[in-house]
Nanobody, 115 residues
Framework: VQLVESGGGLVQPGGSLRLSCSAS????????MSWYRRQAPGKERELVA????????TYADSAKGRFTISRDNVKKMVYLQMNSLKPEDTAVYCC?????????WGQGTQVTVSS
């Protein structure tokens, strides 16, 4: 099982990034896929957004109106489009898969929002 994130980097406040998560080794289409972030070492991971197998999505209040989660079940990919980024969005963003007690994490990709 693998979840591999990409697309992080350094962006100025107000900018955009699109994160991608490539999945393999499990029945991707059955899983709820989520993006979490950890803003500092030792701080709890925060759920940013989730998307069900059918495409229904939910967002943290901090992400509503700025972030969009999507998935491609054929390509086994999940995406997080992040717009209007703020310095407080700086974090390591991790991909997470859950279904019926099975859960998997990616290693994460660093997003830094700074001028």
């Amino acid at each position: 099982v693998q979840l591999v994130e990409s697309g992080g980097g350094l962006v100025q406040p107000g900018g955009s990034l699109r994160l991608s998560c490539s999945a393999s080794g499990f029945t991707f289409s059955s899983y709820v896929m989520s993006w979490y972030r950890r803003q500092a070492p030792g701080k709890e991971r925060e759920l940013v957004a989730s998307i069900t197998s059918g495409g229904g999505s939910t967002y943290a209040d901090s992400a509503k109106g700025r972030f969009t989660i999507s998935r491609d079940n054929v390509k086994k990919m999940v995406y997080l489009q992040m717009n209007s980024l703020k310095p407080e969005d700086t974090a390591v963003y991790c991909c997470y898969a859950y279904y019926n007690g099975y859960r998997y994490w990616g290693q994460g990709t660093q997003v830094t929002v700074s001028s």
